[in-house]
Structures are given as structure tokens and as C-alpha cells.
């Protein structure tokens, strides 16, 4: 990222605001992401150790270290709780029994030292997944910064359609398709090369630690290049038919 003041809204900058709601109530909210108080590079660092790729082969993983692509793949795993004892155990039933609900936190901090000290942490959701992902590519130099996609669609079968099932009365069949769509939803974008695909493909990718579907066997997702998702090149890696979906699924 060779633009300065990019370099200092996406890097250094450690506040932010979010949006949420739908077409008719909405608002923003502010989030801390405090990448550069004491303790949070070396939690980063520590949820890297913890990872499945570093305790399946430790030297492998330590090599990678210096790659953007691997780091936000690894770290977008980490911060979610499902295949790894990661940061943030989610939760969306509205009983927070045993923890908190999401909207208490409004800050990365405290959740990151909560599981350095305790272990996953009750209760996220998106936006909380992002805020926490941000502050962790952040405190290691990666641009990046949250975005909210408004009327989200969460596509499970990777056919582009959200499927809607409707009984012979016209109620919708809840049981015959997991396809959804949200009011919104939260996931980051972050700045670096993609030596994989060419120069084409680089700058701002799409990493999301909501655990929506599994990549390669775990729940993370990205990094996706944002240039493939515009162009409707779905076949990149990683996972951009999902993303292209998230933002361009027709309902039937």
C-alpha cells in the first residue's frame, strides 16, 4: 500500500464505526480496535501457535509466517471458536446464558485478553468476528478494515441462488433449504500482493471469521480478491464463488 493516507486510516488508525440495522432502522456504533496496546501483538502471535496448521508441522507454519495470504487465512480460522478453540464463540439464538451478548462489546481489547486468559469467549457475531479480525491483522502491519454488506446473502450450496421453498398454503419451508439472506453482515478486506494469482488480483482481499461454511475443512473464508469478485471470477481462490454470493445471489 503505497498511499500514505491509506497507510494511516487502515494501519494506524485504532477506532472505527459500524453499521448496522435494515432499510428501516439502522444506526452505526463505534468499535475499538486498540492494535497497539500492550499485550495485543503478542496474543496475535500467540493465536498463530495455537492454530491447527502450526500444531499439525510447527516449522512449515513458523516459514509461512512472512506470507499475507497464509497469515489472514490462519488468523480468520483463529478468531472464531468452531475447529480450534479460537477467540469467539458465536451465537445468534438470543439466549446468552453463560456469557454475554454480542452487543456488550465495543472493542477488541478486552475479548482478546479474555481468551488469552480463559479461552474462547461467549458470545460473538459478525460484527464482532470483524472487529476482532481487523485488530489482529492490524497489530501485524496488514491494512485492513471492516465492511458491512447490506441484505447479505449467505448461500450454502454454491449454486449463485438463494432457494426459497414454499408449502402448498405459501408459507415459507424452513426445512428444505439453509439458504438465507441477512439484513446485513460483517467481514473485513485486507491490502496485500497475491503472488498467487498476479498483479491483477492484489490489493484489497476479502477475510471473513464468521463461521458461516467450511474452506478446506475448517470455518474460515479468503482471502478473496476483491478484483475476482467484481470481475465474477468465481473460480479463485480462495472461496470467491461464496463471497460473489454474498453480494450478487438471485432469489427464487
Known amino acids: ?3 500514505e493516507a491509506e497507510k494511516t486510516e487502515y494501519i494506524m488508525n485504532q477506532t472505527g464505526l459500524y ?23 503478542n496474543i ?8 491447527l496448521d502450526y500444531k499439525r508441522d510447527p516449522a512449515t507454519d513458523v516459514s509461512r509466517r512472512n506470507d499475507p495470504i497464509y497469515v489472514g487465512r ?6 472464531n471458536s468452531n475447529n480450534d478453540n479460537g477467540v469467539i464463540i458465536g451465537d445468534w439464538s438470543g439466549d446468552y446464558s453463560g ?23 461467549r458470545y460473538g457475531q459478525c460484527w464482532v468476528y470483524a472487529g476482532v479480525l481487523c485488530t489482529v491483522l492490524r497489530s501485524l502491519g496488514i491494512p485492513a478494515r471492516v465492511i458491512i454488506n447490506f441484505q447479505s446473502a449467505h448461500d450454502t450450496d454454491g449454486n449463485l441462488f438463494v432457494d426459497e421453498v414454499f408449502n402448498e398454503d405459501g408459507s415459507m419451508d424452513e426445512y428444505e433449504t439453509s439458504d438465507s439472506v441477512w439484513n446485513f453482515h460483517a467481514w473485513n478486506e485486507a491490502y496485500f500482493a497475491r ?6 488480483y492484489g490489493g484489497w482481499q476479502v477475510l471473513d471469521a464468521t ?8 470455518y474460515r473464508l ?22 460473489f454470493g454474498e453480494v450478487n445471489c438471485d432469489r427464487e
Open 74 to 79: 490462519v488468523l480468520s480460522a483463529m478468531v
Open 99 to 121: 456469557g454475554v451478548s454480542p452487543t456488550t462489546w465495543n472493542g477488541s481489547a478486552a475479548i482478546l485478553r479474555q481468551w488469552m486468559e480463559k479461552g474462547p469467549v
Open 222 to 243: 479468503g482471502p478473496t480478491s476483491l478484483y475476482a469478485v467484481k470481475e465474477g471470477e468465481v473460480d479463485k481462490p480462495y472461496d470467491a464463488i461464496f463471497v
Open 195 to 200: 503472488k498467487d494469482l498476479g498483479a491483477l
Open 44 to 51: 496475535t502471535l500467540t493465536m498463530l501457535d495455537k492454530s
Open 19 to 41: 453499521w448496522f440495522g435494515n432499510s428501516n432502522s439502522y444506526g452505526s456504533r463505534r468499535w475499538d480496535y486498540a492494535q497497539f496496546e500492550r499485550e495485543i501483538l
Open 211 to 218: 463461521p458461516q461454511e467450511l474452506s478446506q475443512g475448517i
Open 1 to 3: 500500500m503505497s498511499n
